[in-house]
């Protein structure tokens, strides 16, 4: 008779709803390929009541205390799907502390407190897994822990927030301002209520922070990914990168040059004709260049009740499957910090080339003006486009520029933004040249 492995469920909202989902429709082919039955012992939830569509909740063994869960000896595997920092953090402790294997979802807690979490499970010998927390039902965590193994990895970067992705490609295809396209957004149900975490790139840098640590096997810090948001991009930036030949994402970006890691959360330009600029809607894309494979690109959907709760299931099963045939956790089966941790880049070291939009007074000279400042800083221009006289008195010169230090860059900026003949801001977009 085939083993039984118990799971406790905390957290019943879309995600665990879409959990419960998954294993009702094919609990047969689940348990074959975890090679044992799978119980739902407990899902615990303060709401009890509220319907959860497409389930039936008397058909669940539903409690409205965690701590029921964690205390109980026959659950094997602890689900947490609640979110949030805190009870979150204290349940995984409490239940990793009681030998018990977790599963979680949740980005903001792994990105905050996973060397924490990791260390207490690798104490106590169990696992924890936490595939859906990054891309949603994109497989990328495995792949960097074990489809990847034999690389050292040389780059990762792409688009892994959909509230954003889907902002911006509805601004590059219909022209209109982030504010107007945020409240549609809203409204369809991809963006929050608050969607700070989104917008502000906030949700990126979490993500960015669990990949980074574990594909260059050093600690990262979120304080030290330097973190921006879309709120800044204008429609008129999105009409030039088109212009120019180009598209804007919002980016996450990893990179391992001389023996240090630049880590980084801003709006990126990249070159229209290339596959990452195609990623449209609320889909996620993750490039990857490991230095015996080359470059893979991960695709698909990044957030969502059914992809999610997917990626949660593949840990279940993965820690089921060793449950069944009696096969301990190792300590490698958790990320693994490298002897040498890797010095962190400050971002005014960092290289890459920018597009510029200087407003300038329509007189003859200024263009010079503000190549003289560049030149100073050794920056080079590549491209200009300058448009005719408008009602205004000042006019758009739109400038690419060759790779340049960004401490270069913001001093050349400040310089230009003091100049007599510029009228207001610069906007600066940095460009990077993509897969």
Known sequence: MNPEVRIGLLGLGTVGSGVLKIYRANRAGLEEKAGCRLTFAAVADKDLTSPRAGLTLSEWPLIGDAAKVLNDPKVQVVVELIGGLEPARSFILRALAKGKHVV????????????????????????????????GGVPIIRALKDGLAANRILSLYGIVNGTSNYIL???????????????????????EADPTLDVEGIDSAHKLQILASLAFRTPVDLKEIHTEGIAGVTAQEIAYARELGYRIKLLAIAKAQGGALEVRVHPTMIPADVPLAAVSGVFNAIFVSGDAVGDQMFYGRGAGQMPTASAVWSDIIEIARRL??????????LPVVGGSPMRLRPMEEIRSAYYLRVMALDKPGVLSQVAGVLGRHDISIASVIQKGREEAAAVPVVMMTHEARERDMREALAEIDRLAVVAGRTVMIRVEGGA
Do not use: C, I, W
């Open 169 to 191: 490609s509805k601004m590059t295809d219909e022209g209109r301002e982030v504010a107007e396209v945020l409240r549609e957004a809203q409204a369809k149900g991809y963006a």
């Open 324 to 333: 069944a045939a009696g096969y301990p956790a190792l300590p490698q089966d």
């Open 104 to 135: 979680t979802a949740n980005k903001a807690l792994v990105a905050t407190h996973g060397r924490e979490l990791f260390e207490e499970a690798r104490r106590q010998g169990v696992l924890l897994g936490f595939e859906a927390a990054v891309a």
